[in-house]
């Protein structure tokens, strides 16, 4: 019944203003449309998330949810071009999509008396009929409840990323798949699939307590890292970076930050992303060519977004206990945005640092780095050693930066051919270009080296 | 992308008075939503110009003028910097402020250059 509806709208935002309705000549009323399309897509924005979390709550699943909130998007599309945005969109989108979540539960309450059931929903049906105070109440809880339905362990990752950025960040279908460069029709299916795998488990839409919290909220900071990382460092195509992503998953975490701000990891998580994306700016060359770390000139990394991290990292710290994986990884991130010249940087801290983030998460990733810390503060030989023991590793078998950080180790160590050797196979196993072309270029250097030797 | 919104807040930027307790009621509450859906990532008021002082430059030369201003529809009395995804978006947020007078500059930052 309701299937049509949101098959015709899911792609409402994408279809840009109806051109053709309008007359060839631009007119007015074509103008004030257009403005009319551009308010409405920037309000579904600002207004989604609260609208999708708020329907959710009163009717149990964030499907129908969606469903809702996009009809009523719909009939703003329809109504506002006309008759101008009201002067409360956001109550306007809420209080039609109200009625129209009532309409919803009074047809499931009848049809649930004709088959003589109670049961759950019947309950929850009585629940929302007092929707006026139900939707208006607080919304934090509804957007934390949002945030971890949609990040839900139930689902792929894939999905979770999907499904968060489209609830969470008011992202079209359109704008997602761009950001993670696969076609449109992968991610629509995605968001299909992890509805169904969410209705199919019965997934309610709740915030989890106690040990399932921590579980839960570890893959609410996961799916927004993973956002994050997408865009600091494309895994394909010709772009190094992609800022977009990376400010999608900054504006989760802070709006995270706000919903959960007793949780130090959401701190350390918004820490890390503030810092790292201090260097966005530094991190590309002219040519679009990736330039790392102590490469780069750090009167390009951003000061305000240093700050921010910094004082993000310190609300983590204020909250008591040892730090956990994420704020780790700020500290460290820290250690370089505090170091006024690439020598400044304290090194044996980082090794400290990574020490503690082995402890808590260990991973060959996470060893890798340590190894890079290793051979900065004792001398590269002790650092591939610590590399070299990682070559069995099976997760790391076609991690391009593990032949790259080897190769960088054995250059340093004059060992030349060996060096080349390990970053031909990087440029390899990589599918971004820039990063390809950037590990040429020094398995080319390398060869020069052994010529000059 | 980033945006700077410039606050001319015609003659209460030089006010000496300070708004009520129930303006700046509005205008925290205003703030909050901004900061909890990740939009603030800066935000100032300024001292009336009669503090504030301006430097002319002509060639080598440099004058300096003391404050206060008298273009008082141009004083900006404070700032904010949003993330926002679009003009759009800034605009929709600003229209939502609790101001009764003045106008509000939006301009977007210069970043990424060379990307």
């Given at each position: 019944m309701r299937s049509s509806s949101t098959r015709a709208c899911d792609g409402a935002l994408a279809i840009g203003p109806r051109t053709g309705d309008a007359p060839a000549r631009p007119g007015r009323r074509e103008t004030a449309a257009t403005e009319a399309h551009r308010a409405i897509e920037a309000i579904w924005r600002i207004e989604s998330a609260r609208l999708i979390a708020g329907l959710a709550?009163?009717?149990g699943d964030i499907g129908t949810a969606e469903e809702l909130a996009q009809d009523a998007l719909v009939a703003?599309?329809?109504?506002w071009p006309a008759a101008g945005v009201p002067e409360r969109p956001g109550a306007w989108l809420m209080g039609t999509a109200k009625h129209l979540a009532i309409d919803l539960i009074r047809r499931r309450k009848t049809l649930e008396r004709k088959h003589e059931e109670i049961g759950r929903d019947v309950e929850r049906a009585q629940e929302g009929l007092d929707l006026d105070t139900a939707i208006d109440d607080e919304v934090g809880d509804d957007l934390l409840g949002l945030i971890f339905t949609a990040c839900?362990?139930?689902?792929s990752k894939d999905a979770r990323v999907a499904l968060t950025l489209r609830v969470l960040g008011g992202l079209t279908t359109e704008e997602i798949a761009r950001g993670f460069l696969v076609p449109v029709s992968t991610i629509a299916q995605?968001?299909?699939?992890?509805?169904?795998t969410l209705a199919e488990a019965h997934v309610r839409f709740e915030v989890p307590g106690g040990a399932e919290r921590v579980a839960r909220l570890a893959s609410v900071l996961e799916v927004i890292y993973l956002i994050f990382n997408e865009g600091y460092s494309a895994t394909a195509g010709k772009d190094w970076v992609r800022p977009a992503l990376c400010e999608d998953a900054l504006r989760l975490g802070r709006i995270l930050a706000e919903l959960a701000p007793a949780e130090p990891e959401v701190?350390?998580?918004v820490a890390l992303m503030e810092i790292q994306a201090s260097r966005l700016g530094a991190r590309v060359g002219p040519s679009g060519e990736p330039v790392l770390l102590l490469d780069q000139d750090r009167a390009r990394w951003d000061r305000l977004l240093i700050r921010?991290?910094?004082?993000a990292l310190e609300r983590a710290e204020r909250l008591g206990g040892a730090l956990g994986p994420y704020a780790l990884q700020a500290a460290i991130a820290a250690c370089h945005a505090r170091a006024p010249t690439a020598a400044d940087t304290d090194w044996r801290r980082i090794v400290a640092l990574y020490d503690a983030v082995v402890q808590l998460a260990p991973s060959p990733v996470v060893e890798l780095n340590r190894a890079v810390a290793v051979g900065m503060a004792f001398g590269p030989a002790a650092g591939l050693e610590l590399a070299d023991a990682l070559v069995a590793e099976p997760s790391l078998k076609s991690y391009h930066l593990l032949p790259a950080v080897r190769g960088d180790l054995l250059r340093k160590l004059g060992r030349s051919e060996e060096a080349r050797a390990e970053f031909e196979r990087g440029a390899s196993l990589t599918e971004n270009l820039r990063e390809r072309e950037l590990m040429q270029r020094r398995a080319a250097e390398c060869a020069a080296d052994g010529m000059a030797g | 992308m980033r945006v700077l919104i410039m606050a001319?807040?015609?003659?209460?930027?030089?006010a000496a008075t300070p708004p009520t307790p129930e303006a700046m009621a509005e205008y925290q509450k205003f703030d909050q939503e901004l900061v909890k859906a990740g939009v603030v990532l800066e935000a100032g008021r300024l001292h009336p110009s009669s503090q504030g002082k301006r430097v002319r430059f002509?060639?080598?030369?440099?004058?300096v003028i003391d404050g206060p201003f008298t273009e008082t529809k141009e004083l900006v009395a404070g700032y904010w910097l949003w993330q926002v995804r679009s003009i759009d978006e800034a605009l929709e947020w600003l229209k939502r402020a609790p101001y009764d007078g003045g106008t509000f500059e939006i301009r977007e930052v210069v970043e990424y250059e060379g990307m």
């Amino acid at each position: 019944m309701r299937s049509s509806s949101t098959r015709a709208c899911d792609g409402a935002l994408a279809i840009g203003p109806r051109t053709g309705d309008a007359p060839a000549r631009p007119g007015r009323r074509e103008t004030a449309a257009t403005e009319a399309h551009r308010a409405i897509e920037a309000i579904w924005r600002i207004e989604s998330a609260r609208l999708i979390a708020g329907l959710a709550r009163v009717v149990g699943d964030i499907g129908t949810a969606e469903e809702l909130a996009q009809d009523a998007l719909v009939a703003a599309l329809e109504q506002w071009p006309a008759a101008g945005v009201p002067e409360r969109p956001g109550a306007w989108l809420m209080g039609t999509a109200k009625h129209l979540a009532i309409d919803l539960i009074r047809r499931r309450k009848t049809l649930e008396r004709k088959h003589e059931e109670i049961g759950r929903d019947v309950e929850r049906a009585q629940e929302g009929l007092d929707l006026d105070t139900a939707i208006d109440d607080e919304v934090g809880d509804d957007l934390l409840g949002l945030i971890f339905t949609a990040c839900h362990p139930v689902l792929s990752k894939d999905a979770r990323v999907a499904l968060t950025l489209r609830v969470l960040g008011g992202l079209t279908t359109e704008e997602i798949a761009r950001g993670f460069l696969v076609p449109v029709s992968t991610i629509a299916q995605r968001i299909v699939r992890a509805r169904r795998t969410l209705a199919e488990a019965h997934v309610r839409f709740e915030v989890p307590g106690g040990a399932e919290r921590v579980a839960r909220l570890a893959s609410v900071l996961e799916v927004i890292y993973l956002i994050f990382n997408e865009g600091y460092s494309a895994t394909a195509g010709k772009d190094w970076v992609r800022p977009a992503l990376c400010e999608d998953a900054l504006r989760l975490g802070r709006i995270l930050a706000e919903l959960a701000p007793a949780e130090p990891e959401v701190h350390g998580l918004v820490a890390l992303m503030e810092i790292q994306a201090s260097r966005l700016g530094a991190r590309v060359g002219p040519s679009g060519e990736p330039v790392l770390l102590l490469d780069q000139d750090r009167a390009r990394w951003d000061r305000l977004l240093i700050r921010r991290g910094l004082a993000a990292l310190e609300r983590a710290e204020r909250l008591g206990g040892a730090l956990g994986p994420y704020a780790l990884q700020a500290a460290i991130a820290a250690c370089h945005a505090r170091a006024p010249t690439a020598a400044d940087t304290d090194w044996r801290r980082i090794v400290a640092l990574y020490d503690a983030v082995v402890q808590l998460a260990p991973s060959p990733v996470v060893e890798l780095n340590r190894a890079v810390a290793v051979g900065m503060a004792f001398g590269p030989a002790a650092g591939l050693e610590l590399a070299d023991a990682l070559v069995a590793e099976p997760s790391l078998k076609s991690y391009h930066l593990l032949p790259a950080v080897r190769g960088d180790l054995l250059r340093k160590l004059g060992r030349s051919e060996e060096a080349r050797a390990e970053f031909e196979r990087g440029a390899s196993l990589t599918e971004n270009l820039r990063e390809r072309e950037l590990m040429q270029r020094r398995a080319a250097e390398c060869a020069a080296d052994g010529m000059a030797g | 992308m980033r945006v700077l919104i410039m606050a001319k807040e015609g003659n209460q930027s030089e006010a000496a008075t300070p708004p009520t307790p129930e303006a700046m009621a509005e205008y925290q509450k205003f703030d909050q939503e901004l900061v909890k859906a990740g939009v603030v990532l800066e935000a100032g008021r300024l001292h009336p110009s009669s503090q504030g002082k301006r430097v002319r430059f002509d060639g080598k030369k440099r004058t300096v003028i003391d404050g206060p201003f008298t273009e008082t529809k141009e004083l900006v009395a404070g700032y904010w910097l949003w993330q926002v995804r679009s003009i759009d978006e800034a605009l929709e947020w600003l229209k939502r402020a609790p101001y009764d007078g003045g106008t509000f500059e939006i301009r977007e930052v210069v970043e990424y250059e060379g990307m």
